[in-house]
């Protein structure tokens, strides 16, 4: 059964310190997005993308945060500058239409340190 | 600020009884509804989605929806131990956006 693949499954990192969290979607969906969940707290939206480009994103997605789709199967999130605050599990997902359901990836749990 | 409610349980079920889970959202304008199921530690998995009016049934699983009152539930009949899991309620807007608004999820034990 295809599905969305993250890696790497858990990354520490110090404060400061650029994060790159890598995302292979299902093959054949057209959009792409990020959630996370901060540590017994709600699932929340950061951003979507399609046809290369973001489509929406959330009041939590500043600046110091960018995706990108370098090929055709990746799809990456850089946060350049991490804080404390941005240690949570960040969830990939796909879907092969606009406004049906999304599949997501297993996770990547991000320490900041 | 777009909200979707649900009670955060724990909500205990003997093996083989119905589970209900009930989730409320704030906007209208919402259109579609989603139910996850997700383990400790483990990312969301979809069960079924509802878009319109009524009742949806996918196997043990009934998902029921009220645009009038704002109302989504989950049934699960003949609930197994594997049910254990948090539920999570997830609402996508009408007005072309893409994002789920979660809510913090339901979380259900099913004692054998």
Known sequence: ?113 | QKEVEQNSGPLSVPEGAIASLNCTYSDRGSQSFFWYRQYSGKSPELIMFIYSNGDKEDGRFTAQLNKASQYVSLLIRVSQPSDSATYLCAARDRGGSEKLVFGKGTKLTVNP
């Open chain 1, 1 to 113: 059964e295809p599905e969305v693949t993250q890696t790497p499954s858990h990354q520490v990192t110090q404060m400061g310190q650029e994060v790159i969290l890598r995302c292979v979607p299902i093959s054949n969906h057209l959009y792409f997005y990020w959630y996370r969940q901060i540590l017994g707290q709600k699932v929340e939206f950061l951003v979507s993308f399609y046809n290369n480009e973001i489509s929406e994103k959330s009041e939590i997605f500043d600046d110091q945060f960018s995706v990108e789709r370098p090929d055709g199967s990746n799809f990456t999130l850089k946060i350049r500058s991490t804080k404390l605050e941005d240690s949570a599990m960040y969830f990939c997902a796909s879907s092969d239409r606009r406004s049906t359901e999304a599949f997501f990836g297993q996770g990547t749990r991000l320490t900041v340190v």
